[in-house]
């Protein structure tokens, strides 16, 4: 079992930053990749960025060079980080934690993210 919690989301205007955080308890040491995902009202949730437990990561197009994904690592917990920079609208969004185990995933309780003018 692994239990994610997200924290840093909130308002920001267009060219803004935020960093997202999530915090991974539990079994740790079973989870293979974490990601971040996002959905917006209406749309279907998509998968933002990811990185592996050897820091392989990977982005969506449409954030590519304006997210970083990064993370942090001790014997019992993981974290996660989402360093989201020149935010636009179309950002706007709910941002959940998304860890990958063998045979199964694990999602945090999502953090809103709203870019407006």
């Known amino acids: 079992q692994v239990t994610l919690v997200e924290s840093g989301g909130g308002l920001v205007q267009p060219g803004g930053s935020l960093r997202l955080s999530c915090a991974a308890s539990?079994?740790?040491?079973?989870?293979?990749?974490l990601g971040w995902y996002r959905q917006a009202p209406g749309k279907q949730r998509e998968r933002v960025a990811l990185i592996t437990r050897d820091d392989t990561t990977s982005y969506a197009d449409s954030v590519e060079g304006r997210f970083i994904i990064s993370k942090d690592s001790t014997e019992s917990t993981m974290s996660v980080f989402l360093q989201m920079n020149s935010l636009t609208p179309e950002d706007t969004a709910v941002y959940y934690c998304?860890?990958?185990?063998?045979?199964?995933?694990?999602w945090g309780q999502g953090t809103q993210v709203t870019v407006f003018s």
């Open positions: 539990g079994r740790v040491f079973t989870i293979y990749a």
């Open positions: 998304n860890a990958v185990v063998m045979g199964s995933n694990f």
